[in-house]
């Protein structure tokens, strides 16, 4: 099965493609604000390097959030873009907390979103507790991530996992957990 792996969440830009038990990452770590001008450039060297092309994808796979609430846009727009020119493509939705569950082993994660801590709490694929927003204080002995951490093995295996398990969506929705800065700022 081919597929191609979007992330545009964080400032790190992660695009993988997997063809068999191949990996080709085109990624970027610390890419800023660039991810609306790299990420096409990135997923056709990552398509190039498998020797692959769109309509050998069988999955497009995209992480809907939390994070960046632009970058969850980006991420989130482009591959319903190639979605729509490709419809006979799977589609497939992971979180940046379930991807950080899978690296660190354990089910409980969270990810500092700078007015607080994003949290979520998972057994594999499976969300126990879903992905919201708690307060700093209710996390002293936990083990806590920025939004800087490079998630790309971690994606892979939480994605492969989804496909073996047929955890296929059939709409990409964003996960914003909180309201956005321009939304806060018109109260």
Not at 128 to 157: A, G, H, R
């Amino acid at each position: 099965m081919n597929c191609l792996i979007i992330d545009t969440t964080s400032s790190s830009l992660i695009v993988a493609v997997l063809s068999g038990d191949k990996v080709f990452s085109a990624s970027q770590q610390d890419c800023g604000l660039r991810h609306s001008t790299t990420i096409n450039l990135a997923v056709e060297k990552a398509l190039a390097d498998a020797k692959l092309t769109f309509a050998d994808l069988d999955v497009l796979a995209c992480c809907v959030g939390p994070g960046s609430f632009t970058g969850i846009r980006i991420g989130v727009a482009t591959v319903k873009g190639y979605h729509t020119a490709y419809p006979k493509t799977k589609l497939v939705a992971f979180t940046s907390l379930n991807a950080l569950a899978y690296k660190e082993g354990s089910n409980c994660c969270c990810i500092d979103a700078g007015s607080g801590l994003y949290f979520a709490q998972y057994d594999k694929t499976q969300c126990i507790q879903e992905p919201c927003l708690i307060d700093y204080c209710d996390t002293k002995d936990w083990q806590t991530f920025d939004e800087n951490t490079f998630l790309l093995q971690q994606e892979v295996s939480l994605v492969q996992d989804k496909i073996a398990q047929n955890q296929f969506v059939q709409m990409l929705s964003p996960l914003y957990i909180r309201k956005s800065q321009a939304e806060l700022n018109k109260k």
